[in-house]
Nanobody, 127 residues
Framework: QVQLAESGGGLVQAGGSLRLSCAGS????????MGWFRQAPGKEREFVSG????????NYADSVKGRFTTSRDNGKNTVYLQMNSLKPEDTAVYYC????????????????????WGQGTQVTVSS
């Protein structure tokens, strides 16, 4: 059983920064790809970023590229999302998600690529 817990959300002014954390438990996370998604009010959940199990490969949605950075500390079984230059349109509940396939070569952008999900953390960016 895999449990994921996000933290670090909050209220920030436009142009500010936040760092989200996602702590995993229940299995060794260092061999699994991880993803970040978000869901704004009235909208579908969307892909934000992904990071491969080795940590050296990442991908990002165009809307956050250059502003957000995802990283991981496999020793702590934790994944991070550093969010800079935040905009009001970044307001959403942010979720981390985990792949179920160890050592996967694919780094997915779809919700279906990640069967395990955290409960989400709210990020609100004021203008």
């Amino acid at each position: 059983q895999v449990q994921l817990a996000e933290s670090g959300g909050g209220l920030v002014q436009a142009g500010g920064s936040l760092r989200l954390s996602c702590a995993g438990s229940g299995r060794t996370g260092s061999t699994y790809n991880m993803g970040w998604f978000r869901q704004a009010p009235g909208k579908e959940r969307e892909f934000v970023s992904g990071i491969a199990w080795r940590g050296g490969r990442t991908n990002y949605a165009d809307s956050v590229k250059g502003r957000f950075t995802t990283s991981r500390d496999n020793g702590k079984n934790t994944v991070y999302l550093q969010m800079n230059s935040l905009k009001p349109e970044d307001t959403a509940v942010y979720y981390c998600a985990a792949d179920s396939r160890p050592y996967s070569a694919g780094l997915g952008r779809s919700e279906s690529d990640y069967p395990y999900w955290g409960q989400g953390t709210q990020v609100t960016v004021s203008s």
